[in-house]
């Protein structure tokens, strides 16, 4: 048959759509940006789950990162330069370092805001092992609180610091954005604080249930709380006012929670058991554990809650994971330590939030 110059038209345009259309879908589905300590930070494109490129923070062993809603900033948190890096992502390049203090670690955004935690009374160094015998110092140094540093990320300028407990490790908001809650480690509570004047609101201590409280989560409809309790090999359950509900036996040494969208389920990254587990949000029953690599701290589901992406730092490789089977689909080679893991568009994970 032969085609007439209007046919030709039809589906030369036809055809351009569905290349538009396919390049468009591979577009939507985002990117996943990791954080190497060894390595900067690399990209990993979601719609063919392979890292595409990587580029550089200009300071050493980025671990903490988060990303702004609208997509426009990266921001990592450098543990040896004791600064963050604030990159603009559609050039990939350093547009601002800001200083903060020994060991920044975690960082989470709130609007166009960073908020790092930081440790004055940092040695450096791994923690001890559970049950290493405590060595004392000469000093009451681990004893300084911890301090959240909040950087104005548009401005690239420290404005203000929340004094925390010791060694703070997770960072969450409550539901209206004006709370703070942290995970103090080394005096194991849980604190609360306002974020506009810095008043500590409420602390909880976490002896009772486990030791070493590192992650905090709040669930989707802003009723509960979960941390991991480190060192208790536990995820313990609090209510809206932070009021202790319940602790529920995990895998060795858990660090990385976060529920899907849903809320129906919580999942936890239990590092030294090498398994991602999935309990059932209201029951707290376990459903799975997941096999998982080595040193597995955070995840991040992909914006269509499609697939689990867990960064496994020791064995240097991200773990895909179907979200809905709860079966590892991928294993895709990493190196450089990774530590953490955020996508663009936002989704929920241990270190974010839509």
Known sequence: M?????????????????????????QSAGLAYISNQNNGVGVLDLATLELVGSFEVGAKGPRGIGVTADGKYLVTANKDDANISIIDLATRQVVKHVKIGKNPEFVRILGDRAFVTYEPSSKGGPPPKPGAPVVEEDDDDDKIPARIAIVDIKKGKLIKEITSGPETEGIEFTPDGKRMIVTNEADNTITMHDIRSGKLLKTVPTSKYGDRPRGIKVSPDGKRY??????????????????????????????????????????????RENTLQVFDAQSLEKIKDIPSGERCWHFTFTPDDRQILLTCGRSNEVVVIDAEKLEVTKRIANKGLPWGIVTYPKAYGSLDQP
């Open 2 to 26: 032969k085609l007439t110059g209007m046919s030709q038209k039809i589906i030369c345009a036809a055809l351009l759509a569905l290349g538009v259309s396919s390049a468009a879908q591979a």
């Open 226 to 271: 979960v941390s991991t309790l480190e060192f208790g090999h536990k995820l313990l359950v609090l209510d809206a006012k932070l009021n202790p509900l319940k602790a529920v036996e995990t895998g060795n040494t858990p660090y990385g929670v976060a529920f899907d969208r849903s809320g129906q389920r919580i999942f936890v990254a239990a590092s």
